[in-house]
């Protein structure tokens, strides 16, 4: 009886387990969030490989309402829980390595503290890219306690 009781425990230990961890394109998001939210006051400019707590070589911008399956088809892979977004002022930023998602960004900047915008090479209508290799310097704004990057 005893070992039909450690078999159900362990099950219920892995399922939870399996239910609040965390894949790493969401603890790269998190940390980014960290470094973007504490940039100090007096920053103006800043290169985003300063910020990035994690290896990349590619970052995604995405415009409003953009399908599921044209962003998977732009990165070239497919993941879970990507969303569409809804409105025109949310974020939808994917940052890759070796052809594998990394970081994905998704929200409105108010929800999450700080926003990104991109303007790199244009792929359609849909998609912007960056290489880790171009100019990565991009402004730091302040607004009602949100942290914005902007690349001009």
């Known amino acids: ?9 362990l099950g219920i230990i892995v399922i939870l387990f399996l239910l609040f961890k965390k894949d790493l394109w969401e603890k790269n998001e998190d940390l980014l969030k960290e470094e973007i ?6 920053v103006e400019t800043i290169n985003l490989k300063e910020v990035t707590p994690f290896e990349w070589d590619k ?3 995405f ?5 599921k399956d044209t962003i998977y088809e732009t990165v070239g892979y497919k993941w879970d829980r990507i969303q569409e977004t809804v409105n025109e002022d949310m974020n939808q930023i994917v940052f890759m390595k ?3 998602v990394v970081c994905y960004i998704y929200g409105y900047p108010a929800n999450i503290g700080y926003g990104i915008t991109l ?3 244009t792929l359609s209508e849909a998609a912007t890219v960056l290489h880790v290799e171009d100019e990565l310097t991009f402004q730091v704004e302040r607004e ?3 942290v914005y990057l902007i690349k001009k």
């Open 1 to 9: 009886m005893k070992y039909k009781k450690t078999i159900v425990l």
């Open 59 to 61: 970052v995604y911008s």
């Open 37 to 42: 939210v504490s940039i100090p006051q007096s």
């Open 119 to 121: 303007s790199g090479e």
């Open 63 to 67: 415009s409003p309402y953009t399908p």
């Open 98 to 100: 070796d052809g594998k």
């Open 144 to 146: 009602e306690g949100v």
